[in-house]
């Protein structure tokens, strides 16, 4: 099956390709962007299951033996990602199409879509830095111009500080592969766990922490996080709920993968932990403050992602596996709760909190719709997120880490205070007058998210198992390194 990893990179460039041949035929555009993504889908989910049953899944792409060529690997910790995000990636489709109708600039977003979708899967299945860099770039090229389309003036200029942030991560992450290579003499990761253990472990600090400043900027740790509340609004729901459910989540990925395999210490790390809280903390306090239902939920991601880099930070089995199950909740919450955003503003023709009110009147199923993502959000049982801060506070419990369990609770209950703060204003109060009507796909599309958003909670059992089998991996990476290097 080591066909599949480049194919889930081919494909949607090759689909990208044909949709700019077909020019403005947006049928058989739908028809191949559904078709790219779709098999990136099928791919993942098989991929998924072939890690799980027996060692990653690796291609080394033109034949060229690790270290020298390019390598492509899917373990359980990628192939889940993988799985989740191309999952969303299809719903997402099904919203933009609803939304966009026969919009004129509908033919430019498939184009796009698949280009972004490849860079997605590139940077989880990537085995060496530089393609990595690579599939950040495929993905940012893409996200630069979505963002973008349908705006005016005004919203360009916002979309100007995520460009601007996002090339100076490039360039210092540019720089951190020339001092890596010329430390190491190789970007292969797997190559890399071996070698930095021969590196002057002050070099090796340095490169760590470059690396966590990258990859921080991307995931919007703080304090890197400024340039996302006033980007993601901006864009249309469709690429804003894809950017919230994926983007980010790729570079905690890479943050997890490089810490743990390339810089793995004995225990907790304290820096790892105050960035977590600190993240938490800001990104509530803001999300607090906004009167805006998209901006709100901006900054929601930013305080999430703390979550994750808590479990990361406690360089634990349990804690570990709590940041990836934690990954897999939030991909799915974050995008549909984007969604469920779009169709306040289509009902309403704005996400303003003081120029809204009454759908749960006039529009009860969006309301429904909304009310389980926002539990799983804050933490509430028996949704996904709880199961996730559940096993995250639980072993910060355990560790003795008394502090950032502490932030953690906090943070859940402001989370649900400004989820409330979202209900009184949108959904509760006298029905304001309608600006519009959320198209039935719109509706359906997110339908599907929430479905599945409670699929996670249902699943929550062998889903933390799973969960457990990659943190394993992760902190025991000699299988990976075996698989791309064989024995060494």
Do not use: C
Request: overall charge neutral.
């Amino acid at each position: 099956m080591s066909w599949l990893l480049p194919s889930t990179i081919a494909v949607p460039l090759l689909g990208a390709g044909l949709t700019v041949l077909v020019g403005r035929r947006l049928l058989i555009q739908r028809l191949i962007t559904a078709g790219g993504v779709g098999f990136v889908l099928v791919a993942a989910v098989i991929m998924l299951v072939e890690a799980d049953a027996g060692p990653p899944v690796v291609a080394q792409v033109g034949g060229w033996p690790a270290p020298a060529g390019i390598t492509l690997i899917a373990d359980r910790f990628s192939a889940i990602v993988l799985t989740v995000s191309s999952a969303m990636l299809v719903a997402v489709l099904g919203y933009a199409v609803a939304q966009l109708g026969r919009d004129a600039l509908d033919w430019w977003f498939h184009t796009k879509y698949l280009v972004l979708t490849a860079g997605v899967a590139m940077s989880l299945l990537t085995g060496d830095l530089f393609n990595l860099f690579v599939g950040f770039e495929v993905m940012l090229i893409a996200s630069y111009v979505l963002l973008t389309v349908k705006t005016g003036p005004t919203q360009i200029r916002a979309t100007m500080t995520y460009v601007v942030v996002n090339l100076v991560a490039s360039s210092l992450f540019l720089v951190v592969i020339a001092f890596t290579y010329g430390a190491t003499g190789t970007v292969n990761l797997a190559d890399l766990a071996l070698r930095l253990q021969e590196v002057d472990p002050t070099v090796r600090d340095g490169l760590g922490l470059l690396m966590l400043v990258v990859f921080g900027i991307k995931a919007a740790l703080f304090p890197l996080f400024m340039w996302l509340p006033d980007s993601y609004p901006t864009a249309p729901t469709a690429v804003t709920a894809i950017f919230a459910g994926l983007l980010t989540k790729v570079g905690v990925f890479v943050i997890i993968r490089t810490q743990t395999l390339l810089f793995a210490q004995d225990g907790p790390s304290t820096l790892l932990l105050f960035v977590a809280g600190a993240t938490m903390t800001v990104g509530v306090l803001g999300a607090i403050a906004q009167n805006d239902v998209k901006r709100i939920l901006s900054f929601h991601i930013v305080s999430q992602i703390g979550y994750m880099i808590m479990g990361l930070g406690f360089l634990s089995v349990a804690g570990l596996a709590a940041a990836i199950l934690y990954i897999s909740h939030h991909i799915v919450v974050k995008t549909g709760l984007f969604l469920v955003g779009g169709l306040v503003e289509a009902e309403h023709g704005t996400g303003a909190l003081d120029r809204t009110g009454g759908l749960l009147h006039r529009r009860p199923v969006i309301a429904a719709l909304f009310l389980p993502l926002a539990f799983s959000l804050a933490g509430i049982p028996p949704f996904s997120g709880f199961v996730a801060k559940l096993a995250l506070v639980q072993e910060g419990v355990g560790l003795g880490r008394g502090i950032i369990v502490a932030v953690s609770l906090a943070v859940g209950l402001l989370t649900l205070f400004s989820m409330t703060k979202i209900w009184s204003a949108a959904f509760w109060g006298e029905p304001t007058e309608s600006a519009g009507r959320a198209r039935p796909g719109m509706i359906g599309a997110t339908a599907a998210v929430v479905t599945l958003s409670l699929g996670v909670a249902l699943f929550a059992q062998p889903l933390a198992e799973f969960s457990a089998r990659a943190a394993a991996d992760l902190l025991d990476p000699t299988l990976y390194i075996t698989s791309v290097l064989g024995e060494t």
